[in-house]
């Protein structure tokens, strides 16, 4: 199988976006550019938060495109790895901290141990 369930992005992809509401789309990229413009915390730090979000959202367009970016940035590939990590270590805290409410419906139904 060759062909990949995320179409790859094009010029063309973004032009349509752009023409079916200008408004929005110019809105969100001024965001964009806010939001990833150096302030409190720095540019490649940015980028590094966004390669582990991105991975936790499991985009692929935002895996790729800020993984480059952060490079572009300065960060490390060891950088770049280690915000990886500390988001599948989020994503599996994540269940973690929910298996309280499995255990809650556990000791709380039929046949539980605390009947």
Do not use: N
Request: overall charge negative.
């Amino acid at each position: 199988m060759t062909e990949s369930v995320y179409p790859i992005a094009t010029a063309q992809i973004g032009h349509r976006r752009h023409e079916l509401a200008p408004e929005i789309d110019d809105a969100f990229k001024a965001f964009g550019r806010a939001v990833f413009s150096s302030g409190a915390l720095s540019e490649v730090t940015k980028q590094l938060i966004a390669v582990a979000v991105a991975h936790v959202t499991q985009c692929p367009y935002c895996i790729d495109g800020h993984t480059r970016i952060a490079r572009h940035k300065g960060a490390t590939d060891e950088e770049i790895m280690e915000a990886i990590w500390v988001a599948a270590e989020m994503r599996a805290g994540g269940a973690f901290a929910h298996s309280a409410i499995a255990l809650r419906a556990l000791s709380e139904g039929p046949g539980s141990s605390a009947q």
